[in-house]
């Protein structure tokens, strides 16, 4: 067992998302992903820990744009409008993930909420 950093008990099995710090189910707001405290002063991550938290996503992203569009200007005899397109792909697959990374760090899913394994 662990002990909770807020309250002190011995059931801080869980990590509050934004803090990373122990808290147990009582010290976490009902939906489970967050602690109190955080909830209370409506704390947010910073850029840096938002894509260090993503990076599977990211890496899913880039893969997708270097298979994507990245290969298009080095084939030869394509049409110079395929620049101008392959940027308009890049801008049109980075904003649904930009959005989706700014509202998961006010919201995280329930999901990335880990258990502790100290």
């Known amino acids: 067992m662990y002990k ?3 309250c002190g008990s011995a059931f801080g099995d869980r990590i ?8 147990c189910t009582s010290c976490m707001v009902d ?8 909830y209370i002063k409506k704390r947010r991550l910073g850029w840096k820990k938002l894509l260090k938290k993503n ?3 990211l890496i899913f992203v880039s893969f997708l744009w270097f298979y994507a569009v990245f290969p298009g200007p080095f084939l030869p005899g394509l049409d110079p409008t395929f620049y101008t397109i392959s940027i ?7 904003i649904p993930v930009c959005l989706a990374l700014f509202f998961w760090s006010l919201n995280p899913p329930k ?6 394994k100290d």
């Open 4 to 6: 909770c950093d807020f």
């Open 16 to 23: 509050c998302y934004f803090c990373d710090k122990g808290c």
């Open 111 to 116: 999901s990335d909420v880990k258990k502790r």
């Open 88 to 94: 308009v792909a890049a801008l049109l697959i980075m």
């Open 55 to 57: 990076k599977l996503v």
């Open 31 to 38: 939906d489970r992903t967050r602690c109190k405290e955080c």
